[in-house]
């Protein structure tokens, strides 16, 4: 099946720095891809939907010039969260939808998480 | 508001026995209803799915019953093993799964030896 692969698995930062978050479907092209983020014992929560070659379009609640999100090709997309607060300690997970103009499954992968711990 | 309720939220079922999750969703306009596993600190992998074209999907040990008019789907993991411990979630989208995923809130099944 398709892979999706995010790096890195496991992060720590200092409050106040910036951290970025590679996704990449290593096997396919991937118009769309899905940031979540997901709080212990808990479901994910969709922050944003990235889109190949323009603007991501945020979930509402979710700050866009604190979770930048840069979908520069088909198969690469990014996170950086910027001046990150303790509060910002999370598993943040990608997803890719197999497909691009036509041919779109609707299955979409995931990736397998970063953990991002800000002291 | 919660667009899909799962439940129970935790499960604790004996190796062999039959796990079932139930999902029920309000937004009539979804028309994809994949179960996600998830285990500790991984992301979810897709289990299997069904639109609401058929009332039941199988493969393998998993079964998805669908109840359109109910507008309840249910996760049937027959023959429980141990290494099925997860949290289980479902979801539900539009447009043939196109649009953006609604998650249930998870069910962490524990399946004892």
């Known amino acids: 099946g398709a892979v999706v692969s995010q790096h890195p698995s496991r992060v720590i930062c200092k409050s106040g720095t910036s951290v970025k978050i590679e996704c990449r479907s290593l096997d396919f092209q991937a118009t769309t891809m899905f940031w979540y983020r997901q709080f212990p014992k808990q479901s994910l929560m969709l922050m944003a939907t990235?889109?190949?070659?323009?603007?991501?379009?945020?979930e509402q609640g979710v700050e866009k010039d604190k979770f930048l999100i840069n979908h520069a090709s088909l198969t690469l997309s990014t996170l950086t969260v910027t001046s990150a607060h303790p509060e910002d300690s999370s598993f943040y997970i990608c997803?890719?939808?197999?497909?691009?103009?036509?041919?779109?499954?609707?299955?979409?992968?995931f990736g397998e998480g970063s953990r991002l711990t800000v002291l | 508001q919660q667009q899909v309720k799962q439940s129970p939220q935790s499960l604790i079922v004996q190796k062999g026995g039959i796990s079932i999750i139930n999902c029920a969703y309000e937004n009539t306009a979804f028309d994809y209803f994949p179960w996600y596993q998830q285990f500790p600190g991984k992301g979810p992998a897709l289990l299997i799915a069904?639109?609401?074209?058929?009332s039941e999907k199988k493969e393998g040990r998993f079964t998805i019953s669908f109840n359109k008019s109910a507008k309840q789907f249910s996760l049937h993991i027959m023959d429980s093993q141990p290494g099925d411990s997860a949290t289980y979630f479902c979801a539900a989208s539009m447009r043939s799964g196109s649009e953006k995923l609604v998650f249930g809130k998870g069910t962490k099944l524990t399946v004892n030896p």
């Open positions: 069904i639109r609401p074209d058929v």
């Open positions: 990235s889109n190949e070659g323009s603007k991501a379009t945020y």
């Open positions: 997803s890719a939808r197999e497909g691009g103009l036509a041919g779109n499954t609707g299955e979409l992968f």
